[in-house]
């Protein structure tokens, strides 16, 4: 228990510094409500010019959307990108001589920032549900909904290590962490619905570990992928985050041996 | 020397500096060439996707909506390349080097453009290529008053951009951190330029017109070159053309904004 404990504290002091920027949650949960309100505009206009059948009905958009952006609250969260400040001013040396892991620093630094981010959820569906009305499935869809958003999020959250590990070597990864987010935005659902891709694309665009991030939990919610297709789903995203798992271990392994602190 | 001298020279030396920077830190440069050609590809796959589903954008076809997108991005790429610096004012609000540019015998506005950076003018490039793509496929009606107020239409459509921007970073002056709503103006300023603003509530689109005329850099203009019945707010169509009106207008009112903010500062203490 004693061993958890700092870990703990770590979270702790990340979710108190996130709370401190009280002006920045009024922007995020505002700019998320604009953004409720512009898709619900969009599919509507959308779905009022064209009629016909989709995989997805108007009301099931609304909700897709709404959901997705609710995720996103937590979604976008670089749970590791501290790792890159502390290389960039070399401040990682000092963690490295202190009598704990660095990369479960990392982890549970990040987890309180997750922690305060997740609580803004509340008060922004709540929020939300002014401007939108969205579908709430069974109480057993729900579930599975939530279990596959966590495996979705851990997805992400190893990914988005892997990346920042990638600084070892480069020291510089803005761009390229930008690219990744545009192309996570575009392939991973978040912005459009897959089930809107050319049917080409739709192929093979599900077994990218960008679906398994958003998409797999929005189409659970909304009912697209069905419980006969739950487990297959699910296994898929745990079959990435054991990838990305690998990849994690062994980039932290290789990477952490090279870092050099210049000066000082 | 004259005033105007000095300004020509110190903006020429500034633009030879970005111009050695690119040069000297090559990787990076191809490193975020790369990324500003991704995050237009993937907008305008984004919106390719969307019409193969839903056909019918009030009347606006995909070549058409790619021609309204590239009105921005020639605008919004001005803005980057020329004003860009603007969005550094709260971080020199914070550490205290806004300081600087008070004790020097220059324009204070002109010191911020003018600080260098690794700007090179790589997205202006991509934006007159995909202008001219845009321009091919969409058919606008092109005569003596495209070529004239076209260039007048990106010019004013950057200067209302540059604005808002302005705008913002003199909120820093009172608040120091606005990171957060600089973001968010970002964001509403793409997510709301994609689409003709007909699609919009009517609250919207007044906003889109009169508050934060972001209409003005590209669905006016689109509306008018491209000959649609205008029907976001059934104003006539040559209010297209009074886009660089608008820039200035906006220009005008940030740059006293900011006059403010700059009287109101005290220096955040060091």
Known sequence: ??????????????????????FEVFTSIGSLLVRVYLFRMVWTALYFHNAGIRELTLA???????????????????????LVSKLDDGSIAMDFMKPISVPLYFFSDGTGEVSFHALL??????LALFIVHIQVPDPIVLCVFFLSFFLG??????????????????????????????ITDLLGGEVIPLVFFPPLVQGFIYFLPFAAMYSTPVLIYVGVIGPDEYLRALL???????????GAVLMWRFGSRRVVVQGG | MST????????????????LTALEYRANFLVWFAFTFIYHATALAALYIVLREFPVMNG????????????????HALNNTLFLTVGDVPEHVRDGEIDRVFVRPLNPLFQILTTPQQIFPDELILAILLFILATIWAKPIIDVWFVIFMPLVVIGGALIDFAINLLIATCA???????????????????????????????????????LPYAFMNYYPATFFLDKTENALHLAPQVGLLSPLVGVACFCVAYAFWRVGLNHYEGVGH
Request: net charge neutral.
């Open chain 1, 1 to 22: 228990m004693t061993a958890v404990r700092p870990y703990f504290e770590f979270a702790k002091v990340a979710f108190s510094r996130e709370a401190t920027y009280r």
């Open chain 1, 121 to 126: 959820i509340v008060p922004s569906l709540i």
């Open chain 2, 60 to 75: 606006w076809s995909f070549s058409e909506m790619a021609f309204l997108y590239s009105l921005w991005m020639l605008a």
């Open chain 1, 236 to 246: 898929l995203q745990a079959v990435w985050i054991v990838v990305f798992g690998i």
């Open chain 1, 153 to 182: 999020y851990l997805v992400g959250l190893l990914m988005n290590f892997c990346l920042n590990c990638i600084a070892f070597w480069t020291l510089e990864i803005q761009a390229m962490q930008l690219i990744v987010t545009w």
């Open chain 1, 60 to 82: 099931e958009a609304i909700t897709y959307s709404t959901v997705a952006l609710l995720m996103s609250l937590v979604m976008d969260i670089d749970q590791t990108r501290l």
């Open chain 2, 4 to 19: 105007l001298a000095v300004w020509a020279d110190v903006y020429k030396q500034y633009w030879r500096i970005n111009f």
């Open chain 2, 173 to 211: 002056f009172w608040f120091v951190k606005v990171d957060g709503l600089r973001w968010v103006a970002f964001q509403l300023e793409q997510e709301f330029t994609r689409y003709p603003i007909s699609i919009y509530t009517k609250g919207v689109r007044l906003v889109l017109t009169f508050l």
